[in-house]
């Protein structure tokens, strides 16, 4: 197996090219919600995808400045809560 390795710019390429699918669909991932009367479901899924964006923008920013030690605290609380 060949080893690649990646860097945070092309993880954040990536991250936004899936970004922009996810965003470009939502409309009709919402329509599903609340045509099985799972609206509340969908409004859920919609904070937690914010949320978990907000952390993760947080931790290319500091994987991109090098600062690991902070990316880890993020990292940790984002896949803990």
Do not use: C, P, W
């Not at 060949?2 to 092309?10: C, S």
């Not at 995808?49 to 931790?59: R, S, T, V, Y």
Request: net charge negative; proline share 0%; no cysteine.
């Amino acid at each position: 197996m060949e080893n690649k390795n990646v860097t945070i710019e092309q993880i954040i390429e990536i991250d936004d090219a899936v970004f922009n699918v996810l965003t470009k669909d939502a409309g009709n991932v919402f329509l599903v919600f609340k045509n099985n009367n799972l609206e509340q479901t969908g409004k859920a899924l919609s904070l937690f995808h914010a949320k978990i964006g907000f952390l993760k923008n947080g931790i290319f920013e500091q994987l991109e400045s090098r600062n690991i030690y902070s990316a880890n605290v993020l990292y940790r609380a984002m896949i803990e809560h």
